[in-house]
């Protein structure tokens, strides 16, 4: 069955970095793409980023444009997330997802992230 487990979110001051990663199994991971979706407290989910199975194609919310970078290792059936100058905005939940066309269809458990002096 498809398995999606994210890891390295903690807490971290203004402006540091993390790295999230998100281990895959349980399908042809090198076919899909794959997207890094967020959700803020007291508020909804918000898109974060996405990837496409080969990993030339890279997309990000205006938000996070130019801070973090989304990449996969297509040989580890990793995903992940690096995370730079993070502001206290970027509190959140990240949640990885397999991406076929059109929709996220599976989920990881998700990992906290929290940015605060």
């Known amino acids: 069955q498809v398995q999606l487990v994210e890891s390295g979110g903690g807490s971290v001051q203004p402006g540091g970095s993390l790295r999230l990663s998100c281990a895959a199994s349980g399908f042809t991971f090198s076919s899909y793409a794959m997207g890094w979706v967020r959700q803020i407290p007291g508020k909804g989910l918000e898109w974060v980023s996405e990837i496409n199975s080969g990993g030339s194609s890279t997309y990000y919310a205006d938000s996070v444009k130019g801070r973090f970078t989304i990449s996969r290792d297509n040989a580890k059936n990793t995903l992940y997330l690096q995370m730079n100058s993070l502001k206290p905005e970027d509190t959140a939940v990240y949640y990885c997802?397999?991406?076929?066309?059109?929709?996220?269809?599976?989920w990881g458990q998700g990992t906290q992230v929290t940015v605060s002096s």
């Open positions: 997802a397999k991406a076929p066309p059109g929709m996220y269809d599976y």
